[in-house]
């Protein structure tokens, strides 16, 4: 089993940082080669370089979420996802497909638990799961 992951070239795990300006600051961003490799497939699918990419997905998550938290395992968390919707046949392999063609909700429609936003909770839904929880950690 170990094989499949172990044969890894040790260049692809070897990490880079790279400088990026985000809207006039300078910030540095260290991610293993395979998750720029990655991130460079998906900023050329739509014409864009990977700095423009990056650009692009912090404003979004800023504009969806209000703030960005640790960047750099977001950044993580989209090659991975990148990488499974490929496999699965949600994002097209072939690369000339560029993502902003994709209809978003059919890409994203019935995602594996854990994979997507978590689902609006009903009406006392959050007041119960806050109970639930501060029980666990009481007993």
């Known amino acids: 089993m170990c094989e499949v992951f172990i044969s890894a070239d040790p260049q692809s795990y070897d990490a880079r940082t790279r400088s990026v300006r985000l ?4 910030t540095s ?6 998750f720029w490799q990655v991130l460079e497939e998906i900023a050329q699918r739509d014409g864009m370089a ?6 692009r997905l912090y404003d979004e998550l800023v504009a969806a979420r209000g703030e960005v938290g640790n960047f750099a395992s977001f950044l993580r968390v989209c090659a991975l996802r990148y990488e499974a919707m ?3 046949g949600r994002i097209p392999a072939d690369t000339s497909v560029a993502i902003r063609s994709l209809d978003a909700n059919a890409v994203l429609h019935e995602l594996p638990q854990g994979w997507g936003r978590p689902s609006p909770a009903q009406p006392g839904e959050a007041r119960v799961h806050t109970l639930h929880a501060a029980a666990r950690r009481h007993a």
């Open 86 to 88: 490929v496999a699965q």
């Open 23 to 26: 809207h006039g600051v300078v």
């Open 29 to 34: 961003i260290r991610l293993e080669n395979l």
């Open 50 to 55: 990977v700095v423009q990419l990056i650009e």
